[in-house]
C-alpha cells in the first residue's frame, strides 16, 4: 500500500522557517512527480509548489514564490518544502502528493494527483 507521511509542521512566529518533509513508501518519487498542497479551515485545498517526474522543473503558487522551495532526495524516497520567511495566512495543513503524470511541468490540480498523505498543520502567528 503506498503512503505518504509528512511531517515537520508547527507552530512558529510569523518571518520564521520550517522544513516539511514527505516520506513515501511502496512509491519511487523518482517516478513520480511530486506536489505540496495546503487547506485553510473553511477553504478549498490550493496547490503550494511542485516538482516534476524528472526533477528539472519545479513550479510554486504565485503567494510563495520567492519563499518556499520544494525539493527531493531520491535516495531518502523524501520531498521537501523549505518555507522561509513565513506569515500568518501560511496556517494551514499542508499536504504531500504524488501524481503518475509525465508532463514538463507539474500539475498544479488536486485532481492530477493520485496519492496523498494525511497531513502536517503549520501555525504561523503574528
Known amino acids: 500500500q503506498v503512503q505518504l507521511v509528512e511531517s515537520g509542521g508547527g507552530l512558529v512566529q510569523a518571518g520564521g522557517s520550517l522544513r516539511l518533509s514527505c516520506v513515501a513508501t511502496r512509491l519511487t518519487v523518482s517516478s513520480f512527480a511530486l506536489g505540496w498542497f495546503r487547506q485553510a479551515p473553511g477553504k478549498e485545498r490550493e496547490f503550494v509548489a511542485g516538482?516534476?517526474?524528472?526533477?528539472?522543473?519545479?513550479n510554486y503558487a504565485d503567494s510563495v514564490k520567492g519563499r518556499f522551495t520544494i525539493s527531493r532526495d531520491n535516495a531518502k524516497n523524501t520531498v521537501y518544502l523549505q518555507m522561509n520567511s513565513l506569515k500568518p495566512e501560511d496556517t494551514a495543513a499542508y499536504y504531500c502528493?504524488?501524481?503518475?503524470?509525465?508532463?514538463?511541468?507539474?500539475?498544479?490540480?488536486?485532481?492530477?494527483?493520485?496519492?496523498w498523505g494525511q497531513g502536517t498543520q503549520v501555525t504561523v502567528s503574528s
Open positions: 502528493a504524488a501524481s503518475w503524470s509525465r508532463t514538463a511541468v507539474p500539475g498544479i490540480r488536486v485532481d492530477q494527483y493520485g496519492y
Open positions: 516538482i516534476s517526474w524528472s526533477g528539472v522543473v519545479s
